[in-house]
């Protein structure tokens, strides 16, 4: 079994230094193909993420759910799916600018961003104790009993192979993606009842249109279990900039080939209706003096038991752009945050809201 490994650096930090405002959380969940990722400790000894990073920054740290690592409240994601002449210069940029986790995957850019990102790492020198670096497994093996969670990977099978990993001082910890709230909190049983390691982190989608699984379910397992999320697609595959708002352009994503149900989504009815959203929450950002984009982020960052939010970008021009979104965090007041509610009219409700 392939393991994904993530290097990490953690400090003990109480929560309480939490840079978002008190507010009532809410939630939904939806399943999908579950794989699971870990993380690789660091052999230089134990230091403040803050000192590794961008000392001058605005960049804030969160603990990953309620274990001790501290990453950075956004992360750069994707950026190596295509390898190109510009992966260099934006993890360059991003490390400059305090992002301390880069998440990646065995499948991406044909399993060569892994290799890429280790060669650009080495290549720059940084100090190993400064960063996190996320991936996940799934995709690569081709065979029934290299992949995935079916009757021939029990969650009980992959929660013994994490904390084989940890043990043998590969990792220092592992979390899930796209798992329901169900299975992790089953991965969890799983490792009380056999004293084995269990999950500390979630990657899930999250974005003004899926909202419940991270505002409903996960808030409650972040309360009973400590688990932490990391979410992914705050712009929604682009939809959320505004770019599809007056159809699909020729240059962007939904136009490309291999993306065909992206253009679907934008141009049927829900997608239309979407628009019409996007729309009335431009002119709110304009208003605010930011971007949709950056609205957007910010808004996912603010949700509880969100350590971390990932970014894919494909510029460094879109990067500085993306992260000032952690300067839009402050102007998001609860009188705000009601009102993006209304526009969007989705705000989910968990059961125990609607018993009477």
Known sequence: MQVSIVCTEHNLKSRSGDDRPNRATIVGAGYSKPR????????????????????????????????????????????LKHINHVAES???????????????????????????????????????SSFVITTKIYWGGQAETERGLSRKHIIEEVVRAMTFVINQGLAMYWGTSRWSAMEIMEAYSVARQFNLVPPVCEQAEYHYFQRDKVEVQLPELYHKIGVGVMTWSP???????????????DTSRAALKGYEWLKEKVQS?????????????????????????????????????????????????QLLENLEAIKVL???????????????????HSKKETRH
């Open 36 to 79: 699971p990722y870990c993380t690789r400790p660091c052999t230089q000894g134990h230091a403040h993420m803050n000192e590794a990073t961008g000392r001058n920054t605005s960049m804030k740290y969160r603990n990953l759910g309620k274990c001790g690592l501290r990453v950075s409240c956004m992360g750069l994601g994707k950026f």
């Open 90 to 128: 934006v993890l360059t940029v991003a490390y400059e600018n305090g992002v301390n986790l880069f998440d990646t995957a065995e499948i991406y850019a044909s399993g060569r961003a892994e290799t890429v990102l280790g060669s650009i790492i080495k290549k720059k020198g940084w100090r190993r």
């Open 235 to 249: 712009l929604a595959c682009g939809l959320i900039t505004g770019k599809y708002c007056d159809g699909v352009p």
């Open 269 to 317: 009815d829900e997608g239309r209706r979407q628009m019409m959203k996007i729309k009335e929450i431009t002119t709110l950002a304009e208003r605010l003096g930011c971007t949709a984009a950056q609205l957007a982020i910010a808004w996912c960052m603010r949700s509880e038991g969100v350590s971390c939010v990932l970014i894919g970008v494909s510029s460094t021009e």
């Open 330 to 348: 402050s102007l998001l007041t609860p009188e705000l945050v009601v009102q993006l509610d209304s526009v969007l009219g989705n705000m989910p």
